[in-house]
């Protein structure tokens, strides 16, 4: 098996766009919520979401080819460009043929879904698509686009496991240049469903938080009084390289993934596992594939999108697999600060789990009030503060509707 390292990286958040920024916001434990902008948001329980902020396309992609894509797959050309540029790969010098895309979206092109079918259903006469509906709408065409820009000609394909996608997607990512598949790749998800379909949808599913006149600390993960999570919206990437050639032509190395577990709840299609069986598994086969112990992971970055149930159930799994190990583990759901970025969330909080080991410190969960009785009082949720940590080793966790889940671990290179 090759050595996997991350020699790029690049994050569109709503604390923070480009991974400066984000990490800014990480550090700062910054809330992304704000009242909706997109729609009128006035009639429905919930009226906020964690948009991104200052934030225009047309400051990164050419207006007129811009519109021709969807919102998701425009946020992964803007972070796959980044990664790219932070990793300084020069596509003249490598095997195009072994370079990849392997990417993640929960929903895809949700806007183009909700905006221009409606709009061709309600047309009077003769409905008229646009040439561009279904290039826009299918979730796979976000590592398309990618591989088309690059000249990318490896693997290329899209995964979809609602949350746990781009999870999935650095996983499998993973697995192509170990098995000496491929040589490089990118990797990463991205998500744009803060439309009234998906705010509504989610709303009447009494997922969401409705503490609208308190709206920045809505997202309460661990706190007694959490009501559900915060839509959130963005993308990740990661450039994903073979360690012997990364280190040949001097790339910086932020980390190397070391491990990743995937299993099924197969319980319930929204309802996780109540003693978390299912993500105590996935926890399980990373470590075993990562060769560590429970005694070397430092930080946990929790799926922790402030559901009731989630909450409790992620944290049992947690005690579960690590024991005594688990109360000196730092623990934190940064979903506090960025809200439930879907099928990119799994990117995202990875680049997080990397800026600790980076800068040595744990992001926090913010916007804890009042302790649940219902919780183990001796983990540490490292509630509304970071704390410097030097930190060698993460594992995160990522779940998702359809009782998929996804456990992945990477360590200080």
């Known amino acids: 098996m090759r050595r996997v390292v991350v020699?790029?990286?690049?994050?569109?958040?709503?604390?923070?766009?480009?991974?400066?920024?984000?990490l800014a916001g990480l550090q700062a434990g910054m809330s992304g919520a704000c009242p909706i902008s997109y729609f009128?948001?006035?009639?429905?329980?919930?009226?906020?979401?964690?948009?991104?902020?200052?934030?225009?396309?047309d400051n990164y992609l050419d207006k007129k080819e811009a519109r021709k894509i969807d919102p998701f797959s425009q946020y992964a050309l803007i972070v796959a460009e980044e990664a790219m540029k932070d990793s300084g790969v020069q596509l003249d010098q490598v095997d195009l043929a072994r370079f990849g895309v392997i990417w993640g979206s929960g929903i895809g092109g949700f806007n183009t879904l909700e905006h221009d079918i409606s709009e061709a259903a309600l047309a009077t006469g003769p409905p008229r698509y646009s040439p561009f509906?279904?290039?826009?709408?299918?979730?796979?065409?976000?590592?398309?686009?990618?591989?088309?820009?690059?000249?990318?000609m490896?693997?290329?394909?899209?995964?979809?496991?609602?949350?746990?996608?781009?999870?999935?997607?650095?996983?499998?990512a993973f697995d192509y240049i170990r098995l000496n598949k491929a040589d490089l790749m990118i990797t990463g998800g991205s998500e744009a469903a803060i439309t009234r379909a998906g705010v509504g949808g989610f709303s009447s599913m009494k997922a969401l938080s409705e503490r609208n006149d308190d709206f920045m600390t809505a997202s309460r993960p661990y706190d007694k009084d959490r009501d559900g999570f915060v839509l959130g919206e963005g993308a990740g990437s990661l450039v994903l390289e073979e360690y012997e050639s990364a280190k040949?032509?001097?790339?910086?190395i932020y980390a190397e993934m070391v491990g990743s577990?995937?299993?099924?709840?197969?319980?319930?299609?929204?309802?996780?596992?109540?003693?978390?069986?299912?993500?105590?598994?996935?926890?399980?086969?990373?470590l075993k594939e990562s060769g560590l112990t429970t005694s070397q992971i430092d930080y946990i970055n929790t799926h922790g999108t402030s559901t009731p149930l989630g909450d409790i159930a992620e944290a049992k799994a947690i005690v579960n697999v690590f024991g005594e190990d688990a109360y000196r583990i730092n623990i934190s759901s940064t979903k506090s600060m960025t809200g439930h970025l879907l099928g990119a969330a799994g990117v995202i909080e990875v680049i997080t789990g990397i800026m600790a080991i980076q800068h040595d410190f744990i992001p926090p969960t913010i916007n804890h009030f009042t302790d649940d009785?219902?919780?183990?009082?001796?983990?540490?949720?490292t509630f509304n503060e970071a704390q410097n940590r030097k930190v060698n080793?993460?594992?995160?966790?990522?779940?998702?509707?359809?009782?998929?889940?996804?456990?992945v671990i990477f360590k200080r290179c």
Do not use: W
């Open 7 to 22: 020699t790029g990286i690049g994050a569109l958040t709503p604390i923070g766009i480009g991974q400066n920024a984000f």
């Open 40 to 57: 009128d948001a006035s009639l429905f329980r919930t009226r906020f979401a964690c948009q991104l902020k200052d934030f225009n396309v």
């Open 133 to 152: 509906l279904i290039p826009k709408l299918i979730s796979d065409i976000a590592p398309g686009h990618i591989s088309i820009k690059y000249g990318l």
């Open 154 to 172: 490896g693997i290329n394909y899209g995964t979809v496991s609602a949350c746990a996608s781009s999870a999935h997607a650095i996983s499998n």
């Open 248 to 252: 040949k032509r001097g790339a910086k």
């Open 261 to 286: 577990g995937a299993t099924a709840d197969a319980f319930h299609i929204t309802a996780p596992h109540p003693e978390g069986l299912g993500a105590s598994t996935a926890m399980r086969l990373a």
């Open 373 to 381: 009785p219902d919780l183990d009082p001796k983990l540490n949720f």
């Open 393 to 407: 080793a993460f594992l995160s966790n990522t779940f998702g509707f359809g009782g998929h889940n996804s456990s």
